[in-house]
């Protein structure tokens, strides 16, 4: 950045991930919906103690566990070439 310009796409995530997601308000723009849900979650999970923090962790494991039936998206495995 040289001041003449601002980022975008791509560019606004690499800096958010080194600066933070405070990088969307100092640009003044939006903060994807994803991204800051995210950050809701980082603001809660700081607040939680250990015990708090491995139930989420569970709860999180077992919604992966039960896949697409809350949207989750698994990931194929390749087939692989028998030759």
Do not use: C, H
């Not at 969307?24 to 809701?40: C, H, N, S, T």
């Not at 250990?50 to 077992?62: F, P, Y």
């Amino acid at each position: 950045m040289n001041g003449k310009s601002k980022p975008k796409g791509d560019n606004i995530t690499r800096l958010a991930a080194k600066l933070g997601a405070g990088i969307y308000e100092a640009l003044g723009i939006e903060m994807p919906k994803k991204i800051d849900r995210f950050v809701q979650l980082a603001d809660v999970w700081k607040a939680l103690n250990d015990a708090a923090q491995e139930e989420l962790i569970s709860d999180a494991v077992r919604l992966k566990e039960k896949g697409e039936m809350y949207g989750i998206k698994r990931k194929r495995k390749k087939a692989r070439n028998s030759s």
